[in-house]
């Protein structure tokens, strides 16, 4: 997506079910960056894109370098959300640097995620612009719900679940839907997808892409 771990309490407190993910950002996030190697983008009409992607099944230390080279590359295009298969890798793992709509910074990773189906009453929508990586120089209005949690696994393997509101509730979304092979365009009418890929057409990324020739 283009930018515009829960501790017990002293009172012995239940835990959250939700990761923290807003502690020691700046050095969660640059150490995943200086071991990574930032890789171009890929760009609609590339076929990873459009296909879901698999499972992850092995968690080792492929997936922990995979993981680091995602951060690079978010870094690199600018982005406050990078799913594998836009750099080209046939995974379900996105990573994420993006703050909500209060401001505060949320840091992390989900390997094979799935949304949760929200009850009526939290499904507020919100039709802010979107943008993507993989459409570059592009933006569309698109209705998302304004609170969104994911569930998956982490690098080791271990279940943890994700909790966002605003704008980070839409990152989520956004790359969730990456790794089942729909593009944020492909939720919009004709006519709005046109105009999308007409201003991805006219512009010109400010980060690498992956050539379609």
Known sequence: ???????????????????????????????????????????????????ECQDVTEFDEKLAQLID?????????EGVGLA?????VDLKVFVYDCPDDEGVRHVGHVINPV????PADRRV???????????????????????????????HGNPIAVEGTGYFARCLQHETDHLYGYLYIDRLSKRDRKDALRQMAEGTPRYEVVSND
């Open 69 to 77: 080279d995602m951060f690079a590359s978010q870094r690199t295009a």
């Open 1 to 51: 997506m283009s930018q515009q771990d829960t501790e017990q309490s002293v009172n012995d407190e239940p835990k959250s079910e939700f990761i923290v993910d807003t502690e020691d950002c700046e050095e969660r996030e640059l150490a995943h960056r200086e071991r990574g190697t930032s890789r171009p983008i890929t760009v609609v009409g590339n076929p990873v894109l459009h296909k």
């Open 84 to 88: 594998a298969n836009q750099i080209g």
């Open 115 to 118: 949304l949760d189906d929200l």
């Open 125 to 155: 929508l919100d039709d802010s612009n979107e943008g993507c990586l993989s459409v570059p120089t592009a933006y569309a209005a698109l209705a998302r719900p304004d609170y969104a949690v994911v569930r998956g696994q982490d690098m």
